[in-house]
């Protein structure tokens, strides 16, 4: 791992950086849409779309709030502000100050719906992804996540921004039209993505079966930018196992490679504070280690290709079975993009790219600005 990989190591007590700008148009993208959708022509275009990208990026303003830690930042992200309930309840204050922002107090109900709507898809959405998104806030605190989504799709964000843009600049009723084009196509297209899941869970679990690998848990999600190639994981007693899967690869056999997940370092330290943190929040996806300064690292498996992930944190020289330890430190890596990208291009319609962690020549993780 250390041979591999450059850790930009920095600590932050502030705010952990937890989203990519893709995300944020993605969630505008469909706060426009769903509110276009929803006014119609009662409204002027430009209003609704502008009120929907508000409305649609909302709840992420939670990601400004420091925690006090890294970790805590990551856990806490998704939480209050996603809650079912009480986006719901928030939409009727903001509802009636659209509409008096818009100048149509008459029709406060409708600009109610529409903002109720564009609120609560938010978090509907997050779901979709690996990260964890705890809806039934403030009832329970559970991270829902689907992971049937790369944060980052084009052909789900594109789709919305064309249809908006549709909307605001052709007239009458055609560009309402397309943007519910765009719409019902976005929302298909999630459902392709769980039913391209399911095939790809079957396809991994059924080769983990006929290649004797014992797994206790197994995790199936997008590799970035598209639901063509796959990333599966498998936790099992002593080690996990990683592979990835293209619906282009046809009948070739699945390839497993295996990694250590610190089975007895996490049995020492498994009344830290952190590692019991990042277990509940991974849904047990953790890796724990030592790394060569006798820090104690933990590594959440779920985001990330194989050696580099996002959420890696240092935790000093934590004392085994004290619970004593410092505040987490995150560790910000990424594959090296000059190879990766090539790699991750050839490995969607060739298995005999195998994986990235024996790329010849990567660099590992380089620094994240």
Same mark, same amino acid.
């Given at each position: ?21 893709? &995300? ?60 079912? @309930?009480? $986006? ?17 107090? &008459?029709?406060? =109900? ?6 109720? #709507? ?29 992971? %049937? ?5 084009? $052909?789900?964000?594109?789709? $919305? ?28 297209? #999630?459902?392709? %993505? ?8 079957? @396809? @991994? ?25 796959? =990333? ?42 952190? @590692? ?24 959440? $498996?779920?985001?990330? #290709? ?29 594959? &090296? #993009? ?11 319609? &060739? ?5 990235? %962690? ?12």
């Amino acid at each position: 791992m250390g041979r591999r990989c450059k850790n930009a190591a920095q600590h932050q007590r502030g705010l952990t950086r937890l989203h990519t700008p893709m &995300d944020s148009i993605s969630q505008a993208a469909l706060g426009s849409a769903v509110v276009l959708a929803t006014l119609g022509r009662r409204t002027a275009a430009w209003k609704a779309a502008l009120w929907g990208a508000f409305a649609g990026t909302l709840p992420d303003l939670d990601a400004f709030i420091d925690h006090g830690d890294p970790l805590l930042n990551m856990v806490r992200h998704r939480a209050e502000s996603h809650g079912l @309930v009480l $986006l719901g309840l928030f939409s009727a204050p903001l509802g009636w100050l659209a509409a008096r922002l818009a100048g149509q107090p &008459d029709l406060w =109900r409708r600009w109610w719906l529409a903002t109720a #709507l564009a609120l609560l898809t938010h978090p509907l959405l997050d779901t979709f992804t690996v990260y964890g998104t705890q809806l039934l806030q403030p009832f329970s605190n559970h991270p829902f996540a689907i992971g %049937s989504m790369f944060i980052i799709d084009p $052909l789900y964000t594109l789709p $919305l921004l064309l249809g908006v843009a549709a909307a605001l600049c052709m007239r009458e009723d055609h560009g309402l039209h397309w943007n519910g084009v765009a719409l019902a196509f976005s929302t298909l297209y #999630l459902g392709w %993505s769980l039913l391209a899941q399911l095939h790809v869970r079957s @396809v @991994v679990e059924a080769s983990l079966h006929e290649q004797g690998i014992a797994a206790q848990q197994v995790l199936v999600t997008p590799a970035p930018f598209s639901t063509v190639l796959w =990333r599966a994981v498998a936790m099992g007693p002593e080690k996990y196992h990683e592979a990835y899967y293209s619906l282009l690869d046809g009948g070739h056999p699945v390839q497993w490679i295996a990694h250590p997940r610190g089975t007895d370092v996490l049995e020492q330290h498994s009344g830290n504070p952190h @590692v019991q943190r990042l277990g509940w929040f991974s849904h047990g996806f953790m890796r724990v280690g030592m790394n060569s300064s006798g820090h104690l690292t933990i590594t959440d $498996l779920r985001m990330g #290709l194989e050696p580099c992930y996002t959420f890696h944190f240092d935790l000093g020289q934590a004392q085994p079975n004290t619970g004593i330890t410092t505040s987490p430190t995150q560790l910000w890596q990424r594959p &090296d #993009l000059s190879l990766s990208l090539g790699w991750w291009w050839q490995r969607l319609a &060739d298995p005999a790219a195998g994986h990235l %962690s024996a790329l010849p020549g990567i660099q590992g993780c380089a620094a994240q600005p």
